[in-house]
């Protein structure tokens, strides 16, 4: 059959399959600060591995549209997305306009409906993982959950069905990143509807892009010196950048070799460690 390009996407390039299947493209893209920022060659095929690896390890908590993989390729089920990321928060930290730790070091006290006391520190752990949610689309926006039922995104019984699946999807892929050696710091997930009208997980999930993962074993002792944690994730490039231009709106310079081969080798080190366990 074939396949027709519907969406081009910041990272995933999606294909219809018919009326009742997708296939998802991983690309090597790389994004963040609301645009495309670089390239690292092979990270496709690693997130397509680790979204496989978590969807089959979570069916027990929520059905997602998996159904196969082939290298950056996924066969998933045609679900209609909810235009929301439930991001869940371990920590607080981050560096883009939509990060707990830029709105909290900027003086707000209140995020996405939750309250933050005075003296956090930046990679400080949360009394608790809390919820931040954005809307999904061209510029991805905080809102409350309040906000997420005023606004007709989902109704009450929805929300709450959403938000319980989040936080025992964070707190179950917390405890196999722990095992594998890592922190699972912060992520997003995706939920649609798929053909009967069911709320599925979908798009990726714990991912390198999705997630921030830092490593277990050094975090304390560098959280103490004031040094950043060594991270398994996408802000090696973030940092590089951010530290090069004003993100949000220079033009992004050419990322360079070490740090795309770090980013790379960040990934593929997760990916083999977290396959073991």
């Not at 830029?102 to 006290?109: A, I, K, L, S, V």
Request: hydrophobic share 30%; with cysteine.
């Amino acid at each position: 059959m074939d396949h027709l390009l519907i969406h081009n996407g910041k990272v995933r390039d999606i294909y219809t399959l018919g009326n009742n299947y997708l296939l998802l493209k991983a690309t090597d893209r790389v994004s963040s600060f609301d645009r495309h920022i670089g390239i690292i060659p092979g990270k496709g095929e690693l997130l397509n591995k680790m979204s496989k690896y978590w969807f089959n390890k979570t069916k027990h908590i929520i059905p997602n549209h998996l159904l196969s993989t082939e290298k950056n390729v996924a066969l998933v089920k045609r679900c209609k997305p909810i235009m929301l990321e439930i991001v869940v928060r371990g920590y607080i930290t981050g560096s883009t306009s939509t990060s707990l730790w830029t709105h909290y070091n900027n003086g707000e006290r209140n995020y996405c409906g939750h309250t933050f006391p005075d003296g956090l520190k930046k990679n400080q752990i949360l009394t608790q993982p809390i919820i931040t949610p954005t809307t999904k689309g061209k510029i991805d926006k905080p809102i409350s959950k309040q906000e997420i039922i005023n606004e007709g995104y989902l109704n009450e019984s929805e929300c709450n069905f959403i938000f319980k699946k989040a936080l025992e999807l964070f707190n179950y892929g917390q405890s196999i990143a722990s095992k594998a050696g890592f922190i699972l710091v912060d992520t997003k997930y995706e939920f649609g509807r798929d053909c009967e009208g069911n709320i599925i997980l979908m798009d990726e999930l714990h991912t390198c892009d999705s997630s921030r993962f830092w490593k277990k074993d050094t975090y304390e002792n560098r959280f103490l010196k004031k040094l950043e944690p060594e991270k398994l994730d996408k802000d090696c490039v973030r940092d590089w950048v951010k530290s090069m231009c004003d993100p949000y709106n220079d033009k992004i310079p050419e990322i360079p070799k070490e740090i795309i081969n770090k980013a790379y080798h960040s990934y593929n080190y997760f990916y083999e460690s977290i396959i073991k366990i």
